[in-house]
C-alpha cells in the first residue's frame, strides 16, 4: 500500500457512503420523492447500507471513512503500541492527513452526486431546511453544549465498539459496523442528526454551500463546529478508553 492508495481507497469509498446516506434522506425529505416521508428508521438503515457499501469498497485502506475513527486509531495505537494503519502506511501526522483528505473530498463528491440524482426532487421542494438536512445535520433542539455532548457519546459509542471488534473473531466485519450504524441512529441520533463523522457534515456542508440548489437558503455554519468538535472528541476518548476495556474482558 502506498499512501496514494490510501487516498483513493478513501475517497470512494466515503463517496459511497455519502451518496447512499445522503441518498436515503433525499428520499424521505425531499417532495415527488417516492420514498417521502418514509421516516427516521428508513434513513437509519440507508445509513447503515451505505456504511456496509463504503467499508467494502475502502477495504484495502482499513475502511475509515471517517477521520474520528482515524484519530481513534491512532490514539489507540499510542497506547497500544501499533506502528501501522494498514500493512506499510504508519501512524503518523502525513498518514492521517492523507485519510483526511481522502475522507473530505469523497464526502463532497457523494453528496455532489446525491444532488444530482435527486435534481429535480430538489426543485419540487420549497422547504430549505429539509434541502439541507440532505447534506448536513442539524439539532433538534439547538443548545450547543448539549449538541456536543450528544455527538461525543454517539461517536465514541461507534469508535469504541470499532476498535473492540478487531479483537473478536466474529468475522462479521462490514455488517457489523453497518448495524452499528444503524443502533446509533435508532438510540442516539435524535437530538442532533448524528453526525459521528466530521467528514460526512463538513465536506457535504461545503457541497451544499457551493452548488447551485434552487432555494437552497443557508448553510448553518453556525452549527458546523458542533459535528467536527464533538465526534473528535468522541473518537479520542474511544481510542484511550478501548484498550483499557479490551485488557480487562481478554
Not at 494498514?86 to 469523497?106: C, H, K
Not at 463528491?109 to 440524482?117: E, F, M, Y
Not at 459521528?196 to 437552497?216: E, S
Request: net charge neutral.
Amino acid at each position: 500500500m502506498t499512501l496514494w492508495d490510501i487516498f483513493v481507497s478513501e475517497t470512494f469509498g466515503t463517496a459511497m457512503l455519502i451518496l447512499l446516506g445522503a441518498g436515503v434522506v433525499a428520499n424521505v425529505l425531499l417532495v415527488t420523492s417516492k420514498g417521502f416521508d418514509g421516516g427516521w428508521l428508513l434513513i437509519n438503515f440507508g445509513w447503515g447500507l451505505g456504511v456496509f457499501a463504503g467499508v467494502y469498497v475502502a477495504v484495502n485502506s482499513g475502511a475509515h471513512l471517517n477521520p474520528a475513527v482515524t484519530i481513534g486509531i491512532a490514539v489507540n495505537a499510542g497506547v497500544t503500541g501499533g506502528t501501522e494503519f494498514v500493512p506499510g502506511i504508519p501512524i503518523d501526522f502525513v498518514s492521517m492527513m492523507v485519510y483526511f483528505a481522502g475522507q473530505f473530498l469523497g464526502a463532497f463528491i457523494g453528496a455532489t452526486l446525491a444532488w444530482l440524482a435527486y435534481k429535480k426532487q430538489f426543485d419540487a421542494t420549497e422547504n430549505p431546511e429539509a434541502k439541507l438536512a440532505v447534506f448536513s445535520t442539524g439539532p433538534a433542539v439547538r443548545s450547543y453544549g448539549w449538541n456536543v455532548v450528544t455527538e461525543v457519546i454517539a461517536t465514541f459509542v461507534l469508535v469504541f465498539v470499532v476498535l473492540l471488534f478487531a479483537g473478536t473473531p466474529s468475522g462479521l466485519g462490514p455488517l457489523a459496523v453497518a448495524l452499528l450504524v444503524v443502533g446509533i441512529g435508532a438510540s442516539l441520533g435524535g437530538p442532533t442528526g448524528y453526525a459521528i463523522n466530521p467528514a460526512r457534515d463538513l465536506g457535504p456542508r461545503i457541497a451544499h454551500a457551493l452548488l447551485p440548489i434552487k432555494g437552497k437558503g443557508s448553510s448553518d455554519w453556525s452549527y458546523a463546529w458542533v459535528p467536527v468538535v464533538g465526534p473528535v472528541i468522541g473518537g479520542i476518548l474511544a481510542g484511550l478508553l478501548a484498550p483499557v476495556v479490551a485488557v480487562a474482558v481478554g
